[in-house]
C-alpha cells in the first residue's frame, strides 16, 4: 500500500505560479512511475502528467504542454508539479498518482485525497 499525501495548493491569480508537491510513504517509491490528476467541479477526471520511476520520461495533458512540468526526488520520496501560467480553467481538485509506468498511468494503482487549486481571473 502507497500512501499519497498532496500539498501546495490554494488560491492564486490567472498568469501566476504554484508548486505542488506529493509525499509517498512507501520505501519502494522508486519504484512507482508517478502522475497527477485534476478535477473540476462537475466535470469527468482528467490526466494531467506522469514522470517515470527514473525521471527520465514525462508525459504531459495538451492542455498543459509548456505550463506545467513534473519532477521527482526519489531520496525524499517525493513528486511535484510546477504549474506556471495558470489560467482559471486550471481550477480543480489535484490528486497525486502512482503505477507501475508512465503508460500505465491512465489507471493508477494509487491516490492521494487531493488538493484544491483555484485561479481566479
Known amino acids: 500500500q502507497v500512501l499519497l499525501v498532496e500539498s501546495g495548493g490554494g488560491l492564486v491569480q490567472a498568469g501566476g505560479s504554484l508548486r505542488l508537491s506529493c509525499a509517498a510513504s512507501?520505501?519502494?517509491?522508486?519504484?512507482?512511475?508517478m502522475g497527477w490528476f485534476r478535477q473540476a467541479l462537475g466535470k469527468e477526471r482528467e490526466f494531467v502528467a506522469a514522470?517515470?520511476?527514473?525521471?527520465?520520461?514525462?508525459s504531459y495533458a495538451d492542455s498543459v504542454k509548456g505550463r506545467f512540468t513534473i519532477s521527482r526526488t526519489n531520496a525524499k520520496n517525493t513528486v511535484y508539479l510546477q504549474m506556471n501560467s495558470l489560467k482559471p480553467e486550471d481550477t480543480a481538485v489535484y490528486y497525486c498518482t502512482a503505477g507501475k509506468s508512465v503508460a500505465a498511468m491512465t489507471s493508477p494503482d494509487y491516490w492521494g485525497q487531493g488538493t484544491q487549486v483555484t485561479v481566479s481571473s
Open positions: 514522470i517515470s520511476w527514473s525521471g527520465g520520461s514525462t
Open positions: 512507501e520505501h519502494t517509491f522508486s519504484r512507482y512511475a
